[in-house]
């Protein structure tokens, strides 16, 4: 593949751009805060849980009242899990403030580069519309011309509808855009919406490209 023949590259969230910094710390040091003691390994297992729940209610969160409701649900999710006895609106924005990422290491780079060949780059991800405060705090927010989430657009990958979205948005034909991602749904999703796909990471992803 030639970069003369692309216009536009999309990325995956998780994974692809952005990895969880470990919130366990984080969580337990809130939980003492409320006065309560739990052991760190069951703090894990508790947000394990959260997070099998969140992945499929993502695309719930579409604006900033199901954004906040979902949140309240997670945060629900994890306290029970934990076994403790609090009001999840009470805690919500303790264990949002545990959950912080960073970028994957040579993704910025790669995506600046790509910038520098004047490809246009979004994010497609399944993910709330909370992603762009993410990236924001990552300082890779400027990289990209529009950030696509499974609830924005209505249904998750492999599901094109992301996909489709983020290609109208940056008004490129779908043979000239190309998608990386880390997983079977990033391959799936970009077929289904006619384009090109290569895997993860972001720093091999174009090591073939002249």
């Not at 805060?33 to 997070?51: H, N, S, T």
């Not at 992945?55 to 199901?66: F, I, K, T």
Request: glycine share 8%.
């Amino acid at each position: 593949m030639r970069f003369a023949e692309l216009d536009a590259v999309t990325v995956d969230g998780y994974g692809t751009l952005v990895r969880l910094l470990d919130p366990v710390p984080s969580l337990v040091r809130s939980l003492e805060e409320c006065g309560i003691d739990r052991d760190p390994k069951l703090v894990r297992a508790a947000f394990r849980a959260e997070v099998g729940y969140y992945r499929p209610e993502a695309v719930r969160g579409r604006d900033a009242d199901s954004l906040f409701r979902l949140r309240c649900d997670c945060t629900r999710v994890f306290l029970d899990a934990a076994g403790v006895d609090l009001e999840p609106e009470s805690f919500v924005d303790d264990f949002m403030a545990a959950i912080r990422f960073e970028a994957v290491p040579g993704a910025i780079t790669t995506l600046e580069q790509l910038r520098g060949r004047g490809l246009d780059l979004a994010v497609v991800s399944n993910w709330d519309v909370g992603l762009a405060e993410h990236l924001e705090q990552i300082g890779a927010d400027h990289l990209f011309s529009t950030v696509v989430t499974s609830a924005e657009a209505g249904a998750a990958k492999p599901d094109p509808a992301a996909f489709r979205l983020a290609l109208q948005r940056l008004g490129v034909e779908p043979a000239r855009a190309l998608h990386v991602g880390d997983e079977a749904e990033d391959e799936e999703g970009a077929a289904a919406a006619g384009m090109r796909f290569a895997p993860a990471p972001l720093e091999t992803a174009f090591a073939g490209c002249s």
